[in-house]
């Protein structure tokens, strides 16, 4: 009976196998300052990452306001006072994933980490999140390019985590988030159908509340946009000198060229004309 018991656990295991994640090497908070989390069907993994940088605060050109914001709320967090969930939204290239960036590489001293979650694998959020509790560290919690389909969800875990449980996230962690659209969720025409004025107010349907309660529960919006001509050239400039190229009146011309056959002036933009320039450019 034992040697049979034994064969039925030993093929149950190796039918197993395949769904268990690979052993990794626990993370070392005091070491790691980044991680990625992959979920897997008994839960999710947390797998340390290098920065992928050393991009700073300093070198965000065209976004200052931002930039302060975010930091400031970021430095309220690690320093154990309120602070807000964020959503960063807005054009693309415009600086949000960066900015995160910039924030785990100048704060990862003082003790800030960040974990960052792919949006298939929100669903394990809560599960992240629980792990995350009585670390002595104090954790962003970052997914980036979020938005969601409809039928996607995913976004219930978010919204849970962000408010709406009995408990809440743990003091030590917030949420940071960037997008391509504010309210995260596909809008319709056919969502306004169930709109409704009354009184002197507009109220919304029911497929218009839904979307706009997720962002909602985000207490810092930063909005991002294109940049205008004269920040963009400024940009040009900054990311010229950093790759050591010179910053003249052809460069300028060949900038506003660049930008014009792309049909967009933000920082990616610039990045990309000022390593395009620098490379092309004898030594």
């Known amino acids: 009976m034992n040697e ?47 920065p992928r940088d050393s991009l700073t605060l300093s070198e965000l050109v065209g976004i200052e306001r931002q930039r302060d914001a975010l930091v400031s709320n970021t430095r309220a967090f690690l320093a154990g006072r309120p602070a807000n969930h964020a959503l960063l939204w807005g054009a693309r290239g415009c600086g949000k994933s960066s900015l995160v960036r910039a924030l785990i590489n100048e704060l990862g001293v003082e003790g800030l980490r960040l974990i960052q979650v792919d949006r298939l694998d929100l669903i394990s959020l809560p599960t992240l999140v629980n792990e995350l509790r009585d670390q002595p560290y104090r954790f962003v919690v970052y997914c980036d390019d979020l938005s ?18 009995l408990t809440g996230p743990p003091e030590n962690v917030v949420l940071y988030a960037t997008s391509n659209r504010r309210h995260l969720l596909p809008e319709s025409s056919r969502d306004n159908e169930q709109s409704r004025v009354v009184g002197q107010e507009l109220h919304h349907g029911d497929a218009v509340e839904e979307k706009i309660s997720l962002s909602d529960r985000f207490g810092l919006w930063l909005s991002f946009y294109p940049f205008d001509q004269a920040t963009y050239l400024s940009a040009c400039a900054h990311w010229l000198d950093v790759l050591g190229g010179t910053w003249d009146e052809s460069a300028r011309e060949a900038a506003v060229r660049f930008a014009t056959a792309r049909g967009v002036r933000s920082g990616r933009a610039a990045w990309q004309f000022a390593a395009q320039w620098a490379g092309s450019q004898p030594k």
């Open 4 to 50: 049979a018991l034994s064969t039925r656990l030993i093929h149950l295991l190796d039918r197993l196998e395949p769904f268990l994640p690979p052993q990794r090497d626990p993370i070392d908070w005091a070491r790691d300052t980044a991680a990625l989390w992959q979920r897997h069907p008994l839960g999710g993994q947390l797998i340390a990452v290098e």
């Open 148 to 165: 969601f389909e409809g039928g996607d969800d995913a976004y219930k875990a978010l919204k849970s985590v962000l408010d709406g449980t």
